[in-house]
């Protein structure tokens, strides 16, 4: 495999939107999903703290980054993300028109295990955290706040 530096990945990663943009004229419709490090900070006191053992892990969530190899989280090969302003900034310079933004995981965000745990003791009561989940997905203190950032962009 070729290993592509960062600053290839970010000309390539600008790539994807100046086409999709392209496929989707006239009035199509892009759903673009990123990885908010905003949320992933959270979630990961969860899946694995000790990454919050290297001060460069905590600078990089701060700004567009990502990790190959070793420096990834466990389970990935590799992570990039952008937070939703940054995301917001690299839609509009494809001239793409932002018409929502959602966070899927609403208030629940980090709280995967025990989501499972609800689920396996009383399923009426988890399909109702899940329907509330959705309502908050569309709350701006959520949707901006969560690992998932999903943003309906047209052409």
């Not at 600008?14 to 496929?23: F, Q």
């Not at 919050?52 to 590799?78: C, K, M, V, Y």
């Not at 959705?134 to 950032?149: A, E, F, M, N």
């Amino acid at each position: 495999s070729n290993p592509i530096k960062a600053t290839e990945y970010r000309a390539l990663a600008r790539g994807p939107v100046r086409t999709a943009k392209e496929l989707l004229r006239p009035q199509g419709v892009l759903i673009a999903a990123y990885l908010n490090p905003w949320g992933i900070a959270r979630t990961l006191l969860v899946d694995a703290p000790s990454w919050f053992e290297d001060i460069a892990n905590l600078e990089a969530l701060q700004s567009r980054g990502e990790f190959a190899g070793a420096r990834a989280l466990p389970g990935f090969t590799e992570c990039n993300w952008c937070n939703p302003d940054q995301a917001q900034k690299e839609l509009q310079s494809a001239e793409l028109t932002i018409v929502e933004e959602r966070g899927p995981e609403g208030f629940a965000n980090g709280s995967g295990e025990q989501l499972a745990n609800i689920k396996k003791q009383n399923l009426a009561l988890f399909e109702k955290i899940v329907a509330f989940g959705v309502q908050t997905s569309k709350l701006p203190q959520y949707r901006r706040s969560i690992d998932h950032y999903l943003v309906v962009a047209r052409a």
